[in-house]
């Protein structure tokens, strides 16, 4: 995996053949034996003026729903924010691979709706931090699983990443022998309209599974939360079984 830096407990990376780039905790300051790595992308583009707060709220409720988890010292968290709005690859990282003891989720910052959807793109980014930096945990005799969380309201509209290459990376989970096993979930919220789209996005990509929220409204937005932070504990959980959970919600 190419590494292009290093600041302190944290690493950058770049996803190879992307220009990529993400941050993951120094494997030299990781005393446990064994991580699962999980991935937040949250959409702040445009259409989700009018409940961004909210959904920051729930982002944080889950942040602070893993810190009170039994596993709690054996997460690793990456969040990432996705718009054409955040520049030219529209992405930004608001941490990389960070263990939850050094993340203050109320330090996030206001989001701000703007721009288009790169969603496969923030899906790719998702998925191949995740497959990359897991990939040399396991190198390294850590034991290492994954779940990623992709939240949508829409479709992809700009993005330069396809279905077929994210389906790729999530398949050299098994090839490569990258991770355990990984879960991605894609989730719609206030995206009624774009069902089918996401779920033949959640097929061609070879996404676990697509969950379907409903209206933006806070008590939705915190069952959003709470299924989050109970799959993620549901995968920690599954760590060392050879498979992913069995025991993650299909609905929300």
Avoid: W
């Amino acid at each position: 995996m190419p590494k292009i830096g290093d600041a302190g407990g944290q690493e950058a990376y770049r996803i190879g053949g992307t220009n990529f780039t993400f941050q993951g905790a120094r494997l030299d300051h990781l005393v446990a034996t064994e991580y699962t790595l999980v991935t937040i992308a949250v959409d702040t583009t445009g259409s989700v003026l009018g409940f961004e707060k909210d959904l920051r709220k729930a982002l944080i409720t889950v942040v602070e729903a893993c810190k009170k988890s039994p596993r709690s010292d054996n997460l690793l968290l990456r969040v990432i924010k996705f718009s054409t709005g955040l520049g030219r690859d529209g992405l930004e990282e608001l941490h990389g691979f960070k263990l939850l003891s050094e993340i203050d989720p109320n330090s996030y910052p206001e989001f701000v709706p703007d721009g288009a959807t790169p969603l496969f793109d923030a899906a790719y980014s998702a998925v191949g931090a995740m497959v990359e930096y897991g990939g040399e945990l396991t190198k390294n005799d850590f034991l290492a699983n994954g779940i990623v969380f992709i939240i949508t309201d829409g479709d992809d509209n700009r993005s330069r990443m396809t279905p077929a290459m994210i389906r790729e990376q999530i398949a050299r989970v098994t090839r490569e022998e990258k991770l355990e096993s990984l879960v991605t979930v894609l989730i719609g919220i206030n995206a009624t309209y774009f069902r089918s789209v996401l779920e033949a996005f959640r097929r061609d990509a070879d996404l676990t599974q697509y969950v379907d929220v409903g209206d933006a409204t806070p008590g939705k937005l915190a069952k959003m939360a709470a299924f989050v932070s109970q799959s993620v504990s549901s995968q920690s959980q599954a760590i060392g079984t050879g498979g992913p959970s069995q025991n993650i919600a299909a609905t929300i």
